[in-house]
């Protein structure tokens, strides 16, 4: 399988952990994307990269939210001390931005995390 | 990036064809429009993709007017499988906004036997 792969697909974790999340996009894409989606709504956008360099942040990012793609290849995305209110699916995409070109963004399964 | 607005659900029967359409008043020059399908539990699967007039592909058609502030989704024959949440989605081509995609509800379809 080719696509963009996450893991774990879920995670339980107590309130104050600290939990990483693991995106491995479609090979050769040059753009990752970070989303975060609560029940009942679209799925919201936390962070890119343009290969290594992380290029936006939300304001939906607090700083206990930190994110890396060391060789523009696979990114982790960080959660410390986490929050109930950190409860939800967290959905990794991938492009090729290239020039002149769209930029269709291909999602991987996402990762569920349930902070008790 | 432009705002979509799309009905929050539609309900349909097997075998049935679908359209969903999205209104994008303040599409920009350089703006295409996506659809993507989202099953619970999955992240969104692209489905199709267009600038003007009408694509097509094995999934679906989309069809989009000359003023291009609206856009339909069709979803030939649908099965109970095609229950799922569909978003409409603008965005820019090369050189424009930094390529995220800004989500709303969604449409929920649901496909009755």
């Known amino acids: 399988d080719t696509g963009v792969s996450q893991n774990p697909r879920h995670k339980i974790t107590k309130r104050g952990q600290n939990v990483t999340f693991r995106c491995d996009p479609i090979?050769?894409?040059?753009?990752l994307y970070w989303y975060r989606q609560t029940l009942g709504q679209g799925p919201e956008f936390l962070t890119y990269?343009?290969?290594?360099?992380?290029?936006?942040k939300s304001r939906l990012l607090s700083d206990r939210f930190s994110a890396e793609r060391p060789k523009g290849s696979f990114s982790t995305l960080e959660i410390q001390r986490t929050e109930q209110g950190d409860s939800a699916m967290y959905l990794c995409?991938?492009?090729?931005?290239?020039?002149?070109?769209?930029?269709?963004?291909?999602f991987g399964p996402g990762t569920r995390l349930t902070v008790l | 990036l432009a705002k979509t607005t799309q009905p929050i659900s539609m309900d349909s029967y097997e075998g049935q064809e679908v359209n969903i359409t999205c209104s994008h008043n303040?599409?920009?020059?350089?703006?295409?429009i996506t659809w993507y399908q989202q099953f619970p539990s999955q992240g969104p699967r692209f489905i199709i993709q267009?600038?003007?007039t009408k694509v097509t592909n094995e999934v679906a058609s989309l069809f989009i007017p000359a003023d291009r502030k609206s856009s339909t989704l069709s979803l030939p024959r649908v099965s109970l499988s095609d229950t799922a949440v569909y978003y409409c989605?603008?965005?820019?081509?090369?050189?424009?906004?930094?390529?995220?995609?800004?989500f709303g509800k969604g449409t929920k379809l649901s496909v009755k036997p």
């Open positions: 990269f343009q290969n290594e360099a992380q290029l936006e």
């Open positions: 267009g600038y003007k």
């Open positions: 303040n599409i920009a020059t350089n703006d295409y």
């Open positions: 989605l603008v965005g820019g081509r090369d050189g424009g906004s930094q390529g995220n995609l800004i």
């Open positions: 090979s050769e894409h040059n753009r």
């Open positions: 995409a991938s492009s090729l931005r290239l020039a002149g070109s769209t930029d269709t963004q291909y």
